[in-house]
């Protein structure tokens, strides 16, 4: 059964400079078309006005970018297709100085409880440098905003290792993030994606990352610094006071079903992964010719969800459960990958402990080459039924 939908709205009102999703400028007569878009996708889906959900996720892009009016009209198709109210978290995402009293109030009056903002480094030049429209002080205006109308579950990211940044100015960084005393922090490296400006200064030799040791310190600050303030990491890149964590994204690392919805959104159904058309005209008029604007669909076998059972559960601190493994696929953990799980104990990148294999200190920053052991031959999966 599908618990958890991801709802994208694509606009912006600047383009940053290292985003590779599937993002617009905002333009107010293509917002309209596209949530009647997005409408009739929803509808394609969602038989029965007001299925429940366990989780839901309005991302982007910027989702407080529409106007109020727009806002109002997307709150309310959601308030039709799923049940709200019995929502274990209800999620947007925002930009600072997006957020008025106005916006503020509708997302209350709607059922929002959590909101995710993206405030990425507190340093008005380089906020400007990497091509973001918000400056510090309005991180500090919307915040309050959002308490002051009885918000408390408020997360904010932040980007290190981004280009020049020193050890120190990240400290600065995080320092500042934790003065708001929030209870959940995310925080990812820098990665360079193509189709992008970031990519371009890159390829030209314009632009330079921080050495990947220096990218280590940072990661290890950030843990530290995380734990010394009560907030506990859970996944490789979020961190959370207790009960706080994020429940939609848990519904990604434990492998769980959820719809993709909107332009290049990704889906996960049963047996499938599906991938939105991305280009908003295609999106736009495939959705309201049929609800299904589909560019692409992967079966998703047994060999796959063993793989991805793994790969993505050991993002989590908890790492996998044998038990839960055995009761999800009918295998045994060991039988399947116990060479892998001896050799990556061997070089001290994974540990055990009360039936979970999770990743040490040192295997996180080794992620993808622990991953990769995790891969599957179908001899061995013929091997192990």
């Known amino acids: 059964m599908v618990q958890s939908v991801y709802i994208h709205i694509p606009f912006c009102q600047q383009i ?23 409408e009739k996708e929803m509808s ?22 529409l106007n109020s009016s727009q806002l109002e009209k997307l709150l309310k198709m959601i308030d039709k297709y799923f049940e709200v109210g019995s929502c274990e978290e209800y999620s947007f995402e925002a930009n600072p100085g997006d957020l008025d009293d106005e916006k503020i109030k509708l997302l209350k009056h709607y059922g929002v409880r959590r909101i995710s903002m993206g405030v990425q480094v507190f340093d008005d030049d380089m906020l400007e440098f990497i091509g973001r429209v918000h400056r510090v002080k309005d991180v500090y205006q919307n915040v309050n905003a959002l308490k002051k109308h009885g918000f408390q579950n408020i997360s904010i990211d932040l980007i290190y290792s981004l280009p020049n940044q020193t050890l120190e100015h990240f400290e600065r960084t995080l320092q ?65 006071k207790p009960g706080f964590e994020s429940r939609h ?14 332009a290049g959104a990704h889906g996960y159904l049963p047996g499938k992964r599906t991938v939105n058309l991305r280009p908003l005209p295609a999106y736009v008029k495939q959705a309201l010719t049929d609800g299904k604007p589909v560019l692409h669909t992967e079966p998703i076998g047994l060999k796959e969800q063993l793989e991805e059972e793994m790969f993505l559960g050991l993002r989590k601190r908890q790492g996998v459960s044998k038990q839960i493994f055995q009761e999800k696929y009918g295998r045994n953990i060991d039988q399947l990958y116990g060479d892998a799980i001896k050799q990556l104990k061997n070089k001290g990148w994974i540990t055990e402990k009360s039936g979970f294999l999770r990743l040490t200190s040192e295997g996180l920053l080794f992620g993808n080459e622990v991953f990769q052991e995790f891969l599957l031959s179908d001899e061995t999966l013929e091997l192990t039924y």
Not at 47 to 63: A, E, L, R
Not at 184 to 201: C, D, G, N, W
Request: proline fraction near 6%; aromatic fraction near 16%.
């Open 16 to 38: 940053c400079h290292y985003c590779d999703f599937t993002k617009f400028f905002y333009n107010e007569p293509l917002v309209d078309e596209y949530l009647d878009a997005l």
């Open 249 to 262: 994204n848990l519904t990604y690392w434990n492998n769980e079903h959820y719809y993709g919805m909107g």
């Open 44 to 65: 394609t889906y969602i038989n029965d006005p007001k299925q429940p959900m366990k989780t839901i996720f309005v991302g982007g892009g910027t989702p407080t970018a």
């Open 176 to 240: 500042e993030a934790l003065s708001f005393q929030l209870p959940h922090y995310s925080a990812y490296s820098l990665q360079i994606e193509p189709k992008t400006v970031f990519y371009q200064r890159y390829k030209k030799g314009k632009l330079h990352k921080p050495p990947e040791e220096a990218e280590a310190d940072m990661y290890e600050l950030l843990t530290k610094q995380m734990e010394n303030h009560g907030i506990k990491q859970y996944e490789i890149s979020n961190f959370a």
